[in-house]
């Protein structure tokens, strides 16, 4: 059977970015880092649509509100989030060159300023 990808989708590099630090502001730099690195491989031109695919299923599980443990749990809210980013980040390590670890990390240190 034939696997149909909506090329628009995987083409894309709109992303909400204000919803996205939004949510990452509540879940806290611990999160942000790998759910960053997440997005930087999303964006990249040269990950494949299979990958881009679990990403892109990896975030909105971090986006949508219904979760195994509710975000709005004090303390372990987002560690459900935190599991499901970094098992998706092992599986794809091999994509995720120092380029997109360093575009990450330049976004989380202008999104979480480390002398606040």
């Not at 090329?7 to 611990?30: C, I, K, M, P």
Request: glycine fraction near 4%; hydrophobic fraction near 50%.
């Amino acid at each position: 059977m034939a696997q149909v990808v909506n090329a628009e989708v995987l083409d894309s590099t709109v992303v909400d970015e204000a919803l996205l630090l939004r949510l990452l502001r509540r879940a806290g730099r611990l999160v942000a880092r790998p759910a960053l690195e997440c997005l930087e491989l999303l964006l990249d031109a040269d990950t494949p649509a299979p990958v881009k695919l679990t990403v892109l299923a990896a975030l909105t599980y971090l986006l949508v509100p219904l979760d195994l443990v509710p975000d709005f749990i004090p303390a372990a809210g987002f560690s459900d989030d935190l599991v499901a980013i970094t098992t998706l980040l092992t599986l794809c390590g091999r994509h995720r060159t120092e380029a997109i670890r360093m575009r990450a990390q330049r976004k989380l240190d202008r999104w979480f300023p480390l002398g606040r």
